[in-house]
């Protein structure tokens, strides 16, 4: 079964540095890998879909990459600001299953 | 505006009462989906539809009940055979095609259900 995990579960930038959230998972079966923000109490915002032929994509400040061989995800975030403090979730789906999630980075950028 | 509606967005259930939430979707995808979030851990899924009138059981659907009598409709009952129903509930949609969900997945702003 596949399972998926989020590290670093937490983690507090200055406004402006670049960092990576990593998402590992144990199944280099998997199909797609979605990056997901969830503001708090809120549902999820997709941001990022990497489909099974693609090796990375990019929106704006966002990039993110799909390692299957090594079973790994990285999100990159640019030029980080507070409004991008969220919890960011990534998601795999493999060959007749549906996404599997990991527990989610919490990130905070501070003024 | 095209989405997915979920209500209500707060929700409480006195002990041995069933409740339903409610989903609405207005993106034509085929499938839809049920979650359950709990605090520190990542969602797992309920039940899923992926057609009308066809419905399969997720990792946690024991205590719950779905229907699919429409395309936009995928509404889930939380019944009090469930133990522990008080987390956030998520519903979400995505074409369905070739038999695998290949396209985004896409969600609602959820409902909180509380036990009281």
């Known amino acids: 079964k596949q399972e998926v995990t989020q590290i670093p579960a937490a983690l507090s930038v200055p406004e402006g540095e670049n960092l990576v959230l990593n998402c590992s998972f144990t199944?280099?079966?998997?199909?797609?890998l979605q990056w997901f923000r969830q503001d708090p109490g809120k549902g999820l915002t997709s941001l990022l879909l990497?489909?099974?032929?693609?090796r990375e994509q990019t929106s704006g400040r966002l990039n993110a990459s799909l390692d299957k061989s090594s079973g790994r995800s990285t999100l990159y975030i640019a030029a980080s600001q507070p409004g991008d403090s969220a919890t960011y979730l990534c998601?795999?789906?493999?060959?007749?299953?549906?996404?599997?999630f990991g527990g989610g980075t919490r990130l905070m950028v501070k003024p | 505006d095209g989405g997915i509606t979920q209500s209500p967005k707060y929700l409480f259930r006195k002990e041995g009462q069933n409740v339903t939430l409610s989903c609405e979707q207005n993106?034509?995808?085929?499938?839809m989906y049920w979650y359950r979030q709990d605090p520190g851990q990542g969602l797992r899924l309920i039940y899923y539809?992926?057609?009308?009138?066809?419905?399969q059981k997720g990792d946690i659907a024991e205590g719950y009940s779905v229907s699919r009598e429409k395309k936009e409709s995928f509404p889930l009952t939380v019944t009090s055979a469930q133990k522990n129903p008080t987390a956030f509930y998520l519903c979400?949609?995505?074409?369905?095609?070739?038999?695998?969900?290949?396209?985004?997945?896409?969600f609602g702003q959820g409902t909180r259900l509380t036990v009281v």
């Open positions: 979400a949609s995505s074409i369905w095609s070739s038999g695998r969900m290949n396209t985004e997945a896409f």
């Open positions: 199944d280099s079966a998997i199909y797609n």
């Open positions: 990497i489909q099974s032929s693609q």
């Open positions: 998601a795999g789906d493999n060959a007749g299953n549906m996404l599997t």
């Open positions: 993106l034509n995808h085929d499938a």
């Open positions: 539809s992926q057609i009308v009138n066809d419905f």
